[in-house]
């Protein structure tokens, strides 16, 4: 039996600390067990609609506290990404707050004259006129960016178009693939292992998705969990040609692991 010492924690927040705005069970307990034995630990979101400031707020409307220097979104990993590629450069961006605040952080200007880069994130009102814009401006040579993959998102009355799909037809009208920087680019968990230090070798990914969270986590060298709390299902871990180091029912199962830091494989 081989122990494998986890000193620094990923986790995903939507299915696997939350389920909409309730805490799933253990959740709180295992974030305060991180915070009291000094783990290093980052929540991962691929929405880009929010700052890390909204997402702390909701996570302790749900009874998590989760510092918002903790939080690390796609919109976060797509700033930290274009200011290391083109320091100081321009941006068309189709987004909310949670973007646009990362990208001004990160010294950029937002300019339809000529930007380095379109940068295609979340809105919940997609207009057509700044999708028009941002297909002139990619065929006038922008580069063509979107901060995550993920085709449809959740709402209260059901499912809405996400980036991926609004990327779809970016592409569609420009022949121009975006360079998706969310996960499953393993790109995010590498500039937030960054962010707080950590090796991948002793990191650890805790995901709800096999086809995002735990994919990233296995192409970027990560110990990975699966837990059964969210979208995949423990009779679809078969389907994939990779598979996670570890699968749980949730999180609360992972308790003791944070606390010793070690665990069994």
Known sequence: MTV?????????????????NTALPGAAEFIDT???????????????????????????????DVPEENIWTSALATADFVSRTIPKGSAYVIGEAGLTTALH??????????????ILG????????????????????????????DPTGPSELGVLPAAGSVAALVTKATGREPYFVGKPNPIMFRTALNRVGGHSET???????????????VEAGLNTF????????????????????????GIKDL??????????L
Request: some cysteine; glycine content about 6%.
């Open 4 to 20: 494998t010492k986890i000193e620094t924690w990923l986790t995903d927040m939507d299915g696997v600390l939350v389920h909409e």
């Open 34 to 64: 991180l915070k009291s034995n000094n783990r290093r630990f980052l929540v991962l979101t691929n929405n880009p609609i929010y700052t890390p400031r909204d997402l702390a707020a909701r996570l302790e409307r749900s009874g998590i």
């Open 105 to 118: 952080e990160a010294g950029y200007v937002l300019s339809d004259s000529k930007p380095d880069y379109v």
């Open 122 to 149: 979340e809105t919940r009102t997609y207009s057509f006129e700044a999708i028009t814009t941002a297909i002139r401006l990619i065929l006038g040579g922008a580069r063509f960016l979107c901060t995550n993959p």
């Open 203 to 217: 990191t650890a990914m805790i995901g709800d998705r096999m086809a995002t969270d735990v994919m990233a986590g």
């Open 226 to 249: 699966l837990v059964l709390s969210g979208i995949t299902q423990r009779n679809e871990v078969e389907t994939f040609p990779f598979r996670p180091d570890w699968v749980v029912d």
């Open 255 to 264: 308790i003791p692991v944070a606390q010793t830091g070690e665990v069994e």
